[in-house]
C-alpha cells in the first residue's frame, strides 16, 4: 500500500466515523452506553489515546525504539483501554474532540512525511516484525476507525428502534 492508497483509506474511514456521529446531540455523546459503560464521548477519546499512541510510535520505529504495542497481549490491551477510560472519562466533551481532530490531523502530517517506499516495505523497519508501517497505522487508525464507528451505527440503530 503507498502512501495515496494508506492516507486515503484512513480519511475514507475518518468520514465514515464523522458520518456515524453527525446529528448526535451532548446528551447522546455524553450519558447513553453503546458499549458497555462507555458512551460514544468514552469512544472517541479512546480513538485519540490510541492514535496519538500510534504517532508516537511511527517516531519509535523510525529510530529502531520498540513501539508501545509491541508483545502486547490482548489482557494487557484490556488494561491498557480500561486505564485510559479511567483517565478519560472526566474530560470534557470539547477537549476530546479538540484532541481527536488534533491528533488526526497530527498523524495525517507523520504519515505524509515518509517516502511511499517506507510505508509500504514490511523490511524497511525489522522493528515492525515484518509488517509494514502502511499496516502498522491501519490498525490504530482506519481498522480502529471503522470498529467504533460500527458499534456506534449499530447503537443509533437501536436507539431509533427504541424510538418507535
Known sequence: MNKAELI??????????????????????TTIPVTGEWT?????????????????DLYKIQRGVEPDWKGLSDAQVDRLNAQF?????SRPLERVLEDL????LALLNRLDEFS?????????????????LAEVAMIDSA???QEHAAE????????????E
Open 8 to 29: 486515503a483509506s484512513i480519511e475514507r474511514e475518518w468520514e465514515a466515523l464523522q458520518a456515524a456521529l453527525d446529528g448526535l446531540d451532548e446528551k447522546q455523546l
Open 40 to 56: 460514544v464521548k468514552d469512544l472517541l477519546a479512546h480513538l485519540a489515546v490510541w492514535e496519538s499512541r500510534l504517532v508516537t
Open 85 to 89: 477510560h479511567q483517565e478519560q472519562k
Open 101 to 104: 481532530h488534533s491528533v488526526h
Open 116 to 132: 511511499d517506499a517506507a510505508l509500504s516495505s514490511p523490511d524497511k523497519y525489522p522493528i515492525t516484525g515484518g509488517k509494514s
Open 143 to 145: 481498522e480502529h476507525f
Open 152 to 163: 456506534i451505527r449499530s447503537w443509533r440503530k437501536g436507539q431509533r428502534m427504541g424510538d
